[in-house]
């Protein structure tokens, strides 16, 4: 399906020079004669950043695709295996579950395109367990600390987390949400 510029949206997946592309940024300039649309695509498969800016007509192809949930099962050569809520066998490259697999969540969002599994991505929010920081000082909540996580990944948390804790974090922006 064929859609124009102006009607892109962030998160729509589309083909863009032969490649399967996601919509991570869409901005509109708008001037006296024509609006142009300034977008910025990933490539699914290898992640790679695309900078466009396209007149207001241009046309781009829309890929359909569904998206559910998957639990990873284990690995197999160069392949993640996962498993749908309803117990079909799905599988990818590593390379294009490898950001999602950093972390350990129950449920992952997988993304099929002519029913093949071409992303995994994680929850909004995942649960981690803080291996190494500081000792917990109580009464400044407003001030932050860096903590290690159980994965390896470094973000800042409260003065009052400690050792051991579990904490809620956004996978995206690395950021703490709360304890868990």
Not at 6 to 34: E, F, P, Y
Not at 49 to 77: C, F, I, P, W
Not at 102 to 127: E, F, H, N, T
Request: glycine share 6%; net charge negative; proline share 3%.
């Amino acid at each position: 399906m064929q859609q124009h510029a102006l009607d892109l949206r962030k998160g729509v997946l589309i083909r863009h020079q032969g490649a399967m592309c996601t919509v991570v940024h869409w901005n509109i300039w708008k001037s006296d004669r024509r609006s142009r649309v300034q977008m910025r695509f990933k490539d699914v498969l290898t992640g790679r950043m695309h900078e466009v800016t396209a007149q207001g007509d241009d046309k781009y192809e829309v890929l359909e695709n569904e998206s559910l949930d998957l639990t990873h099962s284990y690995r197999e050569g160069d392949e993640e295996v996962f498993y749908s809520t309803e117990g079909e066998e799905y599988r990818c490259s590593a390379e294009a579950a490898s950001d999602a697999l950093l972390w350990k969540a129950d449920l992952y969002r997988g993304l099929l395109i002519d029913g093949q599994l071409v992303m995994v991505s994680l929850p909004q929010s995942v649960i981690a367990t803080v291996v190494e920081c500081d000792p917990p000082v109580k009464g400044q909540p407003n001030l932050q600390k860096e903590a290690k996580l159980d994965n390896g990944i470094v973000i800042k948390v409260p003065l009052i987390v400690a050792m051991g804790d579990k904490v809620r974090v956004d996978p995206a922006e690395l950021e703490f949400k709360e304890r868990a």
